[in-house]
């Protein structure tokens, strides 16, 4: 039997309620002196008695998990993107949970920067709390394509072998570390917002809402290194740039292969929406299906303009087409944390105040007094958006 040390019986534990005799599908199982004997001729090691034991008296151990040795794998990493040539803002929130988590596991805190002619940035990535940068720089990684960066990314974890890569959960970062995490068969979570170290276990504690936003999931990676995940913009405080501190810049070259790319690139073409880009606004006026109808959203606009403000939504306003969804707050939209959260006429279900209630101050304008936005706001209007807006409006004109 190829499993033969897989499965096996804790006699001090067993109590013979013969149980797992009756639930195993094989008739593996007999009672010998009062105690469950597995018949490993028989067994198929499907778990069953493992699950109806009362007394966890039967335990299941995988052969390759008791061999894994991760002791070779160090250094926390995080891939610092980059668009023609300036570092994300992402790239710096992740370099300020990065040193806690290289802080608490006694590892260093190492920034990957790939890009074209992007060797002055290194120090920047220095400045914000990196240890050490893997720099690589080929006009071949001028602009993003996935073929060479996850190839780029896979030969540098490698060869360096980190513990755990962390990535922003954007367009690029999404792509990027999925292909990477496939490579090299590592376990990834996508679009953590909050990360930690089990002070026990030294493994990477990753928390992202899950069941539709219900209830937060913190995952672990146990069986696999790198330990990897993408985390959501803005949910984290960018590291504080020191122009003092020291650091190493490694710079990787690699043979032409590794950059080459099935696809060609013909074109880019910058996001129209971009002009909006409520990720990194200050100000935010968002409106809910409170406003009933496409065309009221117009106050919401003329809001958002007096403050010199972007313009949010609900998912229900833009599930009802009243505002593209570039303009979606809340768990399947973006994370936003501006200075100010203006919420006209969104209820708060929980969906949506993931995405926004770290912002600074919030103001909430509902009709409903038990509205759960209130929950979160910093002050709350119980009014009709459609006389407190205008108002507003005025107001700050
Ligand atoms: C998997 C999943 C992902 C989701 N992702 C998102 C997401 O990213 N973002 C998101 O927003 N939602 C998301 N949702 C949907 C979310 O659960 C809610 O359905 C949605 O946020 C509700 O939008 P709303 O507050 O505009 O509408 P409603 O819940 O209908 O609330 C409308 C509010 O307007 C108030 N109102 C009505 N008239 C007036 C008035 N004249 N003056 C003042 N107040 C008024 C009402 O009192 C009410 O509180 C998701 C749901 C699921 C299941």
């Not at 707050?329 to 006429?345: E, F, N, S």
């Not at 209630?357 to 009709?367: F, G, H, L, P």
Request: glycine share 8%; hydrophobic share 40%; charged share 25%.
């Amino acid at each position: 039997m190829a499993n033969n040390d897989a499965i096996r019986v804790l006699n001090d534990k067993c109590t013979g309620c013969t149980l797992c005799v009756k639930v195993c599908p094989f008739g593996a199982i007999t009672m010998e002196e009062k105690k469950a004997v597995i018949n490993l001729m028989k067994c198929t090691v499907c778990g069953a008695c493992v699950e109806i034991c009362k007394f966890k008296a039967i335990v299941i151990q995988k052969k390759d998990e008791e061999k894994i040795d991760f002791s070779h794998h160090k250094d926390v990493w995080v891939f610092s993107e980059q668009k023609k040539g300036q570092v994300q803002s992402i790239s710096f929130e992740l370099l300020g949970k990065g040193r806690e988590l290289a802080d608490k596991l006694g590892a260093r805190l190492c920034a990957v920067l790939l890009g074209d002619k992007i060797e002055d940035k290194a120090k920047d990535l220095i400045a914000r709390g990196a240890d050490k940068v893997y720099l690589v720089n080929s006009p071949k990684l001028h602009v993003y394509q996935d073929e060479p960066y996850t190839k780029v990314l896979v030969e540098l974890i490698k060869k360096y072998k980190p513990e755990v890569v962390l990535c922003g959960a954007t367009v690029i970062g999404r792509s990027l570390i999925s292909r990477v995490a496939v490579k090299i068969g590592a376990g990834l979570t996508a679009d953590c917002t909050g990360l930690d170290i089990d002070p026990d276990e030294k493994l990477l504690l990753q928390t992202r809402p899950a069941f539709g936003g219900n209830i937060m999931a913190t995952i672990i990676s146990p069986n696999t290194r790198p330990q990897m995940a993408t985390v959501r913009h803005k949910v984290m405080a960018e590291a504080e740039p020191d122009a003092k501190r020291k650091g190493v810049i490694i710079k990787e070259e690699f043979p032409e292969d590794v950059y080459t790319s099935r696809s060609i690139l013909i074109d880019v073409v910058e996001e129209i929406e971009a002009t909006i880009n409520i990720a990194e606004a200050d100000i935010i006026v968002s409106g809910g299906r409170g406003l009933r109808e496409k065309e009221n959203f117009d106050i919401i606009r003329e809001l958002a303009l007096a403050l010199n403000g972007a313009v949010g939504a609900s998912r229900s306003a833009v599930d009802a087409d009243w505002i593209p969804y570039s303009h979606q707050v809340g768990q399947t939209g973006k994370t936003v944390c501006p200075k100010l959260y203006i919420a006209c006429g969104i209820s708060g279900q929980i969906q949506h105040l993931i995405g926004m209630k770290s912002s600074d101050v919030i103001v909430a304008i509902n009709k409903d007094p038990d509205a759960p936005i209130f929950s979160v706001a910093t002050y709350g209007i119980v009014g009709d958006l459609f006389k407190v807006v205008p108002k507003l409006t005025q107001y700050f004109k």
